[in-house]
């Protein structure tokens, strides 16, 4: 018995593992309900029983129990289906737990060791991992500089992931949802360029403004910065000496969007060319 739920407690994951023994020290000295202290598991004489219990604890949220009936599985029941499944599992208890980095580690490994899978080849364990990413993008505080200021590695992870994940399962049923994060991170990125190309362009350095806008619309055009870039974007080109360029650019913005503020501004700047 010992040997067995030392087996058990190898299966789980350290973050996880390390969160399980701070819970049971805090709720040792708890009354026991009907369930018992946060993290406890009562194992059951199959794998099926067991994961019907880890599912069941999922649902509660109690990551740590769930975990450990998933862990149970993988060690007694090795070559049953719900071993696979187990497997799939924890990486759910890691995202729902919000330890993010260990779930796309865990759903990465679900992908490469069972490429057949349903959950695999559905698209479940690929969006999962786009989700985790989109789950660390910079958030705003007031105390700390605006999102769009920060680091955004995390960012492009999430971009990269998700726009594979819309090219390479066209017809998952998670499809929808990835387009709408994928959006989402669009104009997370986009509002970064914004940033960027704007400090450039108070700076005096008007190609460095072209760059990051040009990178703006190419990739990340269909937010709310489209207009304001385009009408940036054709002044940056005008202080670089690519006039043809610059009409260009207006005409697109007069163009694709006729009523935006900045329309009426760049006719008069493309009238102004023409002279």
């Known amino acids: 018995m010992v040997f067995a739920l030392r087996t058990v407690l190898m299966q789980i994951p350290p973050r996880l593992l390390a969160v399980a023994l701070a819970a049971l020290a805090v709720t040792a000295t708890a009354g026991c309900g009907s369930k018992g202290p946060m993290g406890t598991a009562k194992y059951s004489v199959s794998a099926q029983q067991n994961y019907r219990k880890g599912m069941a604890e999922m649902k509660e949220k109690d990551w740590i129990a769930a975990v450990k009936y998933f862990a149970f599985i993988k060690s007694r029941f090795?070559?049953?289906?719900?071993?696979?499944?187990?497997?799939?599992?924890?990486?759910?208890?890691?995202?729902?737990?919000?330890?993010?980095?260990?779930?796309?580690?865990?759903?990465?490994?679900?992908?490469?060791?069972?490429?057949?899978?349903?959950?695999?080849?559905?698209?479940?364990?690929?969006?999962?991992?786009?989700?985790?990413?989109?789950?660390?993008?910079?958030?705003?505080?007031?105390?700390?500089?605006?999102?769009?200021?920060?680091?955004?590695?995390?960012?492009?992870?999430?971009?990269?992931?998700?726009?594979?994940?819309?090219?390479?399962?066209?017809?998952?049923?998670?499809?929808?949802?990835?387009?709408?994060?994928?959006?989402?991170?669009?104009?997370?990125?986009?509002?970064?360029?914004?940033?960027?190309?704007?400090?450039?362009?108070?700076?005096?350095?008007?190609?460095?403004t072209v760059l990051r806008l040009r990178r703006l619309i190419d990739r990340y055009g269909g937010t709310s910065y489209d207009g304001e870039a385009l009408w940036l974007l054709g002044q940056a080109y005008v202080e670089v000496d690519m006039p043809d360029r610059a009409r260009d650019t207006w005409q697109t913005l007069i163009d694709q969007h006729p009523d935006h503020a900045r329309a009426q501004e760049a006719r008069r700047a493309l009238a102004r060319l023409a002279g």
């Open 78 to 208: 090795p070559y049953s289906k719900y071993a696979v499944l187990a497997e799939l599992r924890m990486a759910d208890a890691e995202f729902g737990a919000g330890n993010y980095l260990q779930a796309i580690d865990a759903y990465k490994l679900f992908i490469k060791f069972h490429p057949t899978h349903r959950m695999a080849t559905s698209g479940y364990a690929a969006f999962r991992i786009g989700e985790s990413y989109t789950k660390m993008l910079p958030g705003d505080m007031w105390i700390l500089p605006p999102s769009y200021e920060k680091d955004q590695s995390v960012s492009y992870d999430a971009e990269r992931e998700l726009r594979t994940f819309v090219e390479k399962y066209p017809d998952s049923p998670y499809r929808k949802k990835a387009q709408e994060l994928l959006a989402k991170v669009h104009k997370h990125l986009a509002a970064h360029e914004w940033y960027v190309a704007k400090y450039y362009w108070d700076q005096g350095k008007p190609m460095g």
